[in-house]
């Protein structure tokens, strides 16, 4: 099947449409960051960099550490940043851009953000490292795609109920991140925890400037949800879409959280640049272990 021309987007180049990539150039252990600043404080840590490539907020960096080829790209904030990212780095993994075709022999790409999020949790302190193990999204990208057999559906409806979820939002999917790189990076003293995707950093996230929020107690209800004694412990703005899409493309991916605010308990890191950094380096060590 040859892809439509409006479909799959190519510069003169022949690089990928929005990351400006071609296929040699990103490995298949792609790190994720969304501030495009923080993609260089990744690489400092690599022995030898190949490529950098910048488009718009998308900064690519590919080279070695300890051995190991690895990516960073730069997403942006946001659910709709990752649906551009993940499908152009599995048509760069995935597709023939000379036949305009998938190819027959698939690749399987490590996906790991490391990035920044709140914890909803009054026992998961500022400083700390998060792993999502399991993610449940509120952005509605995931029901653009023939996604029903990948989604939590039990999960979804328990919480919609806790919630009485207003029917205007999207309505909330959950997906599980990788099994395998969640005990590829964890540690004792590492928590682990249901991520919560938000599709905005203010009202979509319970905070309040100058606008009112159609459920002012939507963050206590989310933290005192459980489902099967297990609770929503953290919110940031990516993991769920990461989840449902390299699970729907057959890649594997992983979120890990540097822990800079705590709702429950009002307090933010006196820090955070050094929290990140630190998750850096944990995260790299851990996948070249």
């Known amino acids: 099947m040859k892809i439509k021309a409006s479909e799959l987007i190519l510069n003169k180049n022949g690089s990928i449409y929005h990351l400006n990539l071609l296929p040699e150039q990103i490995a298949e252990t792609i790190i ?4 495009p600043n923080r993609v260089e404080r990744v690489s400092r840590h690599f022995e030898k960099i190949e490529h950098k490539i910048e488009k718009r907020e998308f900064h690519t960096q590919t080279g070695y550490y300890k051995g190991k ?3 960073i790209v730069s997403t942006g904030i ?3 940043n990752i649906d551009i990212v993940f499908n152009e780095l599995d048509a760069l993994a995935n597709i023939d851009f000379k036949t305009r075709s998938p190819k027959e022999r698939l690749t399987k790409l490590n996906l790991i953000r490391i990035g920044t999020s709140g914890s909803i949790q009054s026992e998961i302190p500022v400083d700390s490292f998060l792993i999502s193990e399991n993610s449940i999204g509120f952005d509605g990208v995931l029901h653009f ?3 029903e057999n990948i989604q939590d559906h039990d999960y979804a ?3 919609m109920e806790h919630l009485n979820w207003f029917e205007k939002k999207a ?4 997906v599980p991140g990788d099994q395998e790189l969640v005990a590829k990076l964890s540690s004792p003293g ?3 925890g249901t991520t919560a995707t938000n599709i905005g950093f203010y009202g979509p996230q319970g905070r309040v400037l100058r606008l009112a929020l159609q459920d002012d107690s939507m963050n206590d209800k989310i933290a005192s949800f459980s489902y099967k004694d297990s609770k929503i412990t953290n919110m940031e703005m990516e993991t769920s879409t990461m989840y449902g899409l390299a699970k729907l493309l057959g890649h594997r ?3 890990m959280n540097a822990i800079i605010a705590n709702r429950a308990n009002g307090t933010f890191s006196k820090d955070p640049k050094k929290v990140v950094d630190e998750l850096i380096v944990y995260t790299l060590d851990k996948l070249v272990e």
Do not use: E
């Not at 994720?32 to 501030?35: A, Q």
């Not at 309505?171 to 959950?174: F, H, I, K, L, Q």
């Open 32 to 35: 994720t960051v969304g501030d």
């Open 69 to 71: 080829r690895l990516s």
């Open 78 to 80: 946001g659910p709709d």
């Open 145 to 147: 795609y023939k996604s």
């Open 157 to 159: 409806r328990a919480f």
């Open 171 to 174: 309505s909330p999917y959950v």
């Open 190 to 192: 590492v928590f682990k």
């Open 253 to 255: 991916s992983l979120s």
